[in-house]
C-alpha cells in the first residue's frame, strides 16, 4: 500500500486488501467520530504542584516525570459522580457522531474498565467503583451509536515493562514482550468479551513494537470479534484503516480508508485553563475537508475528572450537529470528489450526484467549475427544501452555476450537482 500523503505514517497505514473489506463499510459511511479521552490525568487538569505543565494534559505524569509512587494515588480521588452516559451518548447523535471512541486505558496506565489484570482500574481503584464502559456500551447499544475503545499498546507508564517511563523503571530491565504477552493480550480479551460487541480498538503510539506482536494483536482481535475493526496505529502497517497523525489533515485526497483524530482545543485529556477553541466554522471545513479527501474525522472531548464534557466542546458538537442536519446528506455515505485542489471549494460523491461544498462565495455568486465528465443535469442548494433548480451554463471546459448573489451559508454552502 503506497502513502500518498505526509499526514499518513506508512508503518500507520491500512494492511493490504483491507481497502476492499465490507467490514469496513459502516466505518466508511461513518465519517465522523467522537474522541473521549477521560483519565487520572483530568484531576490535575494540567497543573502540577502548583505549576503549569506544558503540552496535552494526558501527557502530564511524563512531561513533569510524575513517580508512580505520587500519580498512582490519583485513583483514590476520582470519582466522577456527574457522569452520564445517556448524556455522552445522546451529545454525539445530537452531534451527528455515528462512532464513539473512549480511552479504555492511556499511556498513563490507568484503566477505565474493571480489568482482573491490575487493580489501578476505576471500580477496584477508585471511590467511584462503576464501570463506565459498561454504562457506554449499553447506552451506544440503545441509541444506536458504535463504541470503540482507544487502548494505549506500548507505551505504559505504570507498568514496569511498558514502554516510556524511565524515572521509575529502567529502561534495559525492561520486558517488553512479557508485558504485551500477559499484560496487552489479556486486557484486550477483558474488553473484547465484556461489553459486547465493540466497533473497534483504537490502538496508539506503536513505537518499537514489532510485526509479530501487531499481528498478535491483529489475530486476538479478529478470532474474539471478527468485526472489530483496529486502527492503523497497531503499527506493521497491520491496521484495518490508515491513521493520520494527531490533527494533521492530508494536502490531497488520498487512496486509502483514513481517519484524521483532532482536538477541539489544544489537548485531548482535560486541562482548566486550555481555552483555545477552534471556532464552529473552522471545524464544519475541516469535517468537509476531511471528507473531500476520503476520510473520516475523529474529533476528541475532554470531560472533566466531575464526569462534565467541558461546554464550549457541547456548544460546538451541537452546531456541527445542526448543519449535519441540513448538510449531511452531502457527507455521510459519500466519497472523495472530482474536483480536488481548489481552494475556495471542496467535493464529495454518490452514485448520480456531486455536491459543491463552497466556503468562499463568489461575487454575484456566480460558480465557476471544471465541466464534470459525464455532465451537470440541474443544480440546486441543499438547503432548499423546494430544490429550485439553479440556472447552468456549459461553455467549453467550464461549467457555470448562478447562486444567489450572497453566500446562503457562510460556513459551507452545499450544491447538489445531479449528474445527468
Ligand atoms: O491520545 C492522544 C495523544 O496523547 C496521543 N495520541 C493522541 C490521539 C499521543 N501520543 N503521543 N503523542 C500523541 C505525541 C507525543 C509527542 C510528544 Fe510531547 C512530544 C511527547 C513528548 C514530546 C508533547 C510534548 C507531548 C508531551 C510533550
Sequence with gaps: MTVQDGAIPEARSQRPGARSDPRLNWWREARFGMFIHWGLYAIPAGIWKGEQIPGIGEWIMYRARIPVREYEPLARQFNPVQFHAAEWVSLAKRAGQ???VITSKHHDGFCLF???YTEYNIVDGTPYSRDPLKELAEECAKQGVRLGFYYSQTQDWHHPDGDGNDWDYDPDKKDFHGYIE????PQVRELLTNYGPVALIWFDTPKG?????SRLLLDLVHELQPDCLVSGRLGNTLGDYASAGDNKIPDAMVDLDWETPATINDTWGFKSYDHNWKSVPDLIRKLVDIAS????????????AEGVIPQPSVERLLAMGDWLRVNGEAIYGTVAGPIQGM???RTTAKPGAVYLHVFDWPQRGELRLP???HGVGRAYLLADLRKASLPLRTAGSELSIQGPAIAPDDRDTVVVLELA
Excluded: H
Aim: aromatic content about 12%.
Design 98 to 100: 455515528k462512532y464513539m
Design 114 to 116: 474493571r480489568s482482573a
Design 182 to 185: 500477559s499484560y496487552v493480550m
Design 209 to 213: 513494537i514489532t510485526p509479530e506482536e
Design 293 to 304: 479527501k476520503g476520510g473520516n474525522y475523529l474529533l476528541n472531548v475532554g470531560p472533566t
Design 343 to 345: 481552494g475556495w471549494c
Design 371 to 373: 465541466a464534470l465528465p
